[in-house]
């Protein structure tokens, strides 16, 4: 099992930025880690993946570039930095780690590729 908890959410200002971390405890982390959004009544929403190693990343193109995926597996943390943030990006966020190994294009960015899942932390963007 892995556990996986998430943090450094809150209020920012319209155009600011945020970084959300991800911890993991339990068995070894060797995987491959993603980073979702959900708003209230709608499905989950990939926002971006990063490998077992970290040497790729996957990204949602509707981010426009203002997201960016990090890991430091020697911490068994992964990162989500945030910039430029908008009103429209105020949604629950949520850490997931997925065994599957992926190859390739159009990797981890649905929900059931992932197998174990955090509580989810809010963020908020005021205009």
């Known amino acids: 099992q892995v556990q996986l908890v998430e943090s450094g959410a809150g209020l920012v200002q319209s155009g600011g930025s945020l970084r959300l971390a991800c911890a993991a405890s339990g068995r070894t982390f060797t995987h491959a880690t993603g980073w979702f959004r959900q708003a209230p009544g709608r499905e989950r929403e990939f926002i971006a993946a990063?490998?077992?190693?970290?040497?790729?990343?996957y990204y949602a193109d509707s981010l426009e570039g203002r997201f960016t995926i990090s890991r430091d597996n020697a911490k068994n943390m992964v990162y989500l930095q945030m910039n430029n943030l908008k009103p429209e990006d105020t949604v629950r966020y949520y850490c997931a780690a997925s065994t599957n190994i992926c190859i390739g294009t159009g990797c981890y960015d649905e929900a059931y590729e992932y197998d174990y899942w955090g509580q989810g932390t809010q963020v908020t963007v005021s205009s």
């Open positions: 990063v490998s077992r190693g970290g040497g790729d990343t």
